[in-house]
């Protein structure tokens, strides 16, 4: 047993013994914590300055939006430079953006149209940082390494998400929003140091064993049209991705709504709590996908992810289900949980995958889709979500786990899909 645990804890700390690997995970945590300051800085100086919610809409949406549509052009670029790049010059652009509202914030010089600029210039250079970040792994650490490695990553994104809204906060209420876009400012310029630092082997060659779908394109499609439709083709014919993009569309379907106003309905209506019973829920999922994610990092065989994905959507279901019946605050909590346990441990697994066997040459491009899938899932499940937590809880809840059963069941009947390793 001793052996086991020593054994577990060797394979999930082998990467962080690679200085470029090291790199990486300190200049994504950084981005992904700058993320997190920027959100409070930008809501809280539009309150300050607008005293207004609808402007606080507009400016989260001029981020958003440019984001969204900018991403498979992001992809599509990191193909073709490499992600490194992408992800030193996101982030010193970032950088300079945030110094330049906080200077501007400080020398009282900020109107709303900025913010919106700022937010939409934000979003869009954004765009080119997600792609390249869930792409460069394979270029850094050996594929035996790829499961470790993104647990390692995974539970760095994870602290990061929650100390990035708490600490910007802090420092807005210590000093001001602008401080905040300056302190901002220095997370995404020391990112994009980190990542200049990293020293990436040679990613794997067009058609490599193993390799998913068709080619990618030849060197003569230049075109940034044809590199897109390239990607889009090379995800949408391969029956193995599709059906990673299937799921990950179902779980976000049913996770950004049921997640954010379930969690929301089912603390203050059905448990009868407030604002720490929700915190609790958010704290019992965050908690079991850390866990999760840690216990997939440490596992030495490779399972078989055509089954296990169909697991996940069966488990959710189940979980899901449980959600709409339960009707006290421990049995809320150790069911969240045990979703989150299992998101975060298949996702290790789950992400791997896609990086071990897509060809590298459209990998980012691939990951790009999956991103534009779940950024047009996401407020669809946000609206469908509103409308049935009106008649309560249990309808909503009911309505997601019958989605991801329905998911589960399709996995199961493609045998070309079972089989995935």
């Known amino acids: 047993m001793a052996s086991t645990l020593v054994d577990a804890r060797e394979r999930l700390s082998a990467p962080a013994r690679l200085p470029s690997f090291r790199l990486l995970w300190l200049g994504q945590s950084l981005s992904l914590l700058g993320d997190g300051f920027s959100y409070i800085a930008f809501s809280w100086i539009t309150l300050g300055l607008t005293q207004s919610t609808l402007a606080l809409g507009y400016v989260l949406a001029f981020q958003a939006v440019p984001r969204a549509l900018l991403t498979l052009v992001g992809g599509s670029l990191g193909d073709k430079w490499s992600a490194r790049t992408l992800m030193k010059l996101s982030s010193w652009a970032r950088a300079a953006l945030m110094a330049g509202v906080g200077l501007a914030g400080l020398a009282g010089s900020l109107t709303l149209w900025m913010l919106c600029c700022a937010a939409a210039a934000f979003g869009a250079v954004d765009a080119f940082f997600q792609p390249a970040r869930a792409s460069i792994l394979p270029s850094v650490v050996d594929k035996e390494q790829l499961a470790p490695a993104n647990a390692l990553l995974a539970v760095g994104t994870k ?67 044809a590199r897109i439709r390239a990607g889009l083709r090379y995800a949408f014919e391969d029956p193995r991705i599709r059906t990673i993009l299937a799921v990950d569309a179902a779980v976000t379907f049913c996770q950004a709504g049921p997640f954010t106003v379930g969690f929301a309905t089912l603390a203050k209506v059905d448990l009868h709590g407030g604002s720490a019973t929700l915190g609790l829920l958010n704290g019992a999922l965050a908690g079991g996908a850390m866990l999760g994610t840690l216990v997939g990092g440490a596992v030495s ?83 469908v979500c509103g409308a049935l937590a009106q008649s309560g809880t249990a309808p909503m809840f009911a309505v997601s786990a019958a989605v991801l059963a329905v998911t589960a069941i399709g996995i199961l009947s493609s045998r070309t899909v079972r089989e995935m390793r």
């Open 301 to 383: 065989s490779r399972p078989r992810i055509g089954l296990l994905i169909a697991a996940l959507a069966g488990w959710l279901a189940i979980g899901t289900g449980l959600l709409g019946l339960v009707g006290n605050t421990a049995g809320a909590l150790v069911t969240v949980g045990a979703m989150g346990f299992g998101m975060g441990f298949q996702g290790v697994f789950g992400l791997s995958w896609i990086q071990r066997t897509i060809d590298g040459s459209v990998l980012s491009r691939v990951i790009s889709v999956d991103m534009v899938i779940g950024y047009a899932v996401a407020p669809l499940s946000l609206i």
């Open 159 to 225: 602290v990061s998400a929650v100390l990035g809204p708490a600490v910007g906060g802090m420092v807005v209420a210590f000093s001001s929003a602008p401080v905040a876009f300056l302190v901002d400012g220095v997370c995404f310029a020391l990112c994009g140091v980190c990542v200049a630092g990293i020293r990436p082997v040679p990613r794997p060659a067009a058609g490599e064993e193993g390799a998913a779908g068709s080619p990618g394109p030849p060197p003569a499609e230049v075109s940034l049209g």
